[in-house]
């Protein structure tokens, strides 16, 4: 496996990365045993890139992307996003960027059943302290973004996988965040809802600018990115280890 260095990464990228790494580790303990899933990791992300993470389970790639998200922290390192050292960040104020910044999805969706799809994609927005008309009108343009304007009082438990993905795509961009950090977004659906999600995918960075890493088992949803890396006992490499 060829290791890599953060200046081969972007080899075509010569702004300032939005997403920047730098010699970035995370331990765990289990017991009296110390596991280090992150090792010494360092990686840049262009704004606009639309990158797939790839790897054996227990590689580190959800550690990696919850770092990026801000739902976790480096033990060492530094983490910088659009120019915010958001390692350095209390609890309250990273909880106020993360709701700010990064929209999630994620493989099982994690819908209120109960909701209508407006509604669940309305929830972010409560947080902006956004009156109820606004809310269900940002609401709405999400939902017509993805192609589910016509399903917008339809409850969640009564959409297919494909629309609940979807819908829970609208629920991550309805607040316009900078970055879409997503998890296995195709792991629960067949071929074709599958297919459906990735062009959206591709759709809102190539149109819109959305910058996205994907972490991703599937090959076929990989190729649907502009670029892959793979992670590998806690370290980054432009290929697969054979």
Same mark, same amino acid.
């Given at each position: 496996m060829q290791m890599i260095s953060p200046v081969t990464l972007l080899d075509s990228a010569r702004a300032a990365p939005l997403l920047r790494l730098r010699r970035v580790t995370k331990l765990y303990k289990r017991g009296h045993e110390v596991v280090e899933v992150l090792k010494d990791l360092s990686l840049d992300i262009p704004r606009g890139? +639309? %990158?797939a993470l790839m790897g054996p389970s227990g590689s580190g790639k959800t550690t990696l992307m919850n770092i990026l998200g801000g739902l976790d922290r480096p033990s060492s390192g530094e983490v910088t996003v659009d120019g915010q050292r958001i390692h350095q960040l209390a609890d309250g104020a990273l909880s106020d960027w993360r709701a700010r910044h990064v929209g999630f999805v994620f493989q099982l969706y994690h819908l209120l059943p109960a909701l209508s799809a407006e509604q669940n994609v309305a929830l972010p927005l409560i947080l902006k302290h956004l009156d109820g008309k606004l809310r269900r009108q940002r609401a709405r343009a999400a939902l017509t973004l993805v192609g589910l304007e016509a399903h917008a009082r339809y409850k969640a438990a009564e959409l297919s996988g /494909? *629309? *609940?993905q979807r819908v829970g795509i609208a629920r991550a961009i309805v607040t316009d965040p900078t970055i879409l950090l997503c998890d296995e977004p195709t792991g629960d659906l067949d071929r074709k809802s599958g297919d459906e999600v990735l062009g959206l995918l591709q759709l809102l960075n190539s149109e819109h600018g959305k910058t996205i890493v994907m972490v991703t088992h599937d090959p076929h949803a990989a190729s649907r990115a502009r670029r892959? %890396? +793979?992670?590998?006992? /806690?370290?980054l490499a432009q290929e697969p280890e054979t």
């Open positions: 890139d +639309f %990158l /494909g *629309q *609940q892959t %890396l +793979f992670m590998n006992k /806690g370290v």
